[in-house]
T-cell receptor, first 115, second 110 residues
Framework: NAGVTQTPKFQVLKTGQSMTLQCAQD?????MYWYRQDPGMGLRLIYYSASEGTTDKGEVPNGYNVSRLNKREFSLRLESAAPSQTSVYFC??????????????FGDGTRLSIL | KQEVTQIPAALSVPEGENLVLNCSFT??????LQWFRQDPGKGLTSLLLIQSSQREQTSGRLNASLDKSSGRSTLYIAASQPGDSATYLC?????????FGDGTTLTVKP
């Protein structure tokens, strides 16, 4: 089972370049999430999508855009990369549940460095 | 705004010791609380999930409790082993989005 797949795993960009991080899940989950993790810190939510066709801002959305292309795929775009966006980016997905009994499943992360 | 705090930030114990990691949150209107393990340079591995209606969950040597009214959760690790060394993160889920704590980095010395 692939679960949540993120590409690429590593990337180095120059300031001002643009890039799209890809995420796909094969578990038929409705909800998908993008987080960033800076050294020594927990994960902070950038954007999330509760279902296909909807997206909402999280805690740190500035400088990012997202697209929920279909139920499987949720991409994160940096239009003009800045050194402050150097981080590890994680994608997650979750099945719908009215009782909160469904866990989040995470990808392995994309390590992004911006020079 | 939900805030999640994990104390201590780092913990070092000798092998075999029982230990407790703490997680507190400010808004009790949560759907669930999830504990994760993260090894250096790696992704997150889910350990336990406690629904808002539950008090605790157990898996092997791990036991997680939830007291929603006081905004607290604990992760109890019994008979710690060097292989338990990692960073442990808690996250609360509410209204479609999650908030994470900054984690507790655990070192178990042989």
């Amino acid at each position: 089972n692939a679960g949540v797949t993120q590409t690429p795993k590593f990337q180095v960009l120059k300031t001002g370049q643009s890039m799209t991080l890809q995420c796909a899940q094969d578990m038929n989950h409705n909800s998908m999430y993008w987080y960033r993790q800076d050294p020594g810190m927990g994960l902070r939510l950038i954007y999330y999508s509760a279902s296909e066709g909807t997206t909402d801002k999280g805690e740190v959305p500035n400088g990012y855009n997202v697209s929920r292309l279909n139920k499987r795929e949720f991409s994160l775009r940096l239009e003009s990369a800045a050194p402050s966006q150097t981080s590890v980016y994680f994608c997650a997905s979750r099945a719908p549940s009215g009782t909160g009994n469904q866990p989040q499943h995470f990808g392995d992360g994309t390590r992004l460095s911006i020079l | 705004k939900q805030e999640v705090t994990q104390i201590p930030a780092a913990l070092s114990v000798p092998e075999g010791e029982n230990l407790v990691l703490n997680c507190s949150f400010t808004d009790s209107a949560i759907y669930n609380l999830q504990w994760f393990r993260q090894d250096p340079g790696k992704g997150l591995t889910s350990l336990l999930l406690i629904q808002s209606s539950q008090r605790e969950q157990t898996s092997g040597r791990l036991n997680a409790s939830l007291d929603k009214s006081s905004g607290r959760s604990t992760l109890y690790i019994a008979a710690s082993q060097p292989g338990d060394s990692a960073t442990y993160l808690c996250a609360v889920l509410e209204a479609g989005k999650s908030t994470f704590g900054d984690g507790t980095t655990l070192t178990v010395k042989p």
